[in-house]
């Protein structure tokens, strides 16, 4: 057994972050009730609809650039702001990739918000797409 974990150990330490990988960022959503939105599909609907655009990246990266609208609460905090959140409005999470905004998404969908997205491509997608951007806070 030893010798198949020296011998199969880097492939298993691999398979394993990509199951990983594979899990926070599509199965668990998806299983929670997560959608993804793409830039083009904000564009033509969500973009004139009431809804929350919750930023979860750190501030720092909220201040380097960011979505007029957003609302940031860093991923590491959400649990501890879930009351603040109207679990009534549609929210659309986004990050810098997709990765942490899945997360959050799926957080917020366990925790009762009826419409939850995950922007596909995080802020690189959004600014591709022509959408505004600010800097600073």
């Known amino acids: 057994m030893t010798d198949l974990m020296q011998q199969y150990g880097v492939y298993l330490f691999v398979g394993l972050i990509l199951a990983w990988t594979a899990w926070t ?30 930023d979860v990246r750190s501030p720092g990266e909220y201040a380097s650039q960011h979505a007029p609208d957003a609302v940031l609460v860093p991923l590491g905090d959400l649990r501890q702001k879930l009351d603040d959140i109207d679990k009534s409005k549609p929210v ?4 810098a ?3 942490r905004s899945a997360m959050a998404a799926t957080t917020l969908a366990r925790a009762g918000v009826k419409t939850v997205y995950n922007f596909s491509g995080g802020m690189a997608a959004w600014a591709a797409a022509g ?3 600010h800097r600073g806070r």
């Open 25 to 54: 960022r599509w199965l668990g959503p998806r299983l929670a009730g997560v959608r993804s939105l793409s830039a083009s599909d904000y564009l033509s609907h969500w973009r004139k609809e009431t809804h929350l655009l919750l």
């Open 92 to 95: 659309i999470c986004i990050c």
């Open 97 to 99: 990739s997709g990765n």
């Open 131 to 133: 959408l505004p951007v």
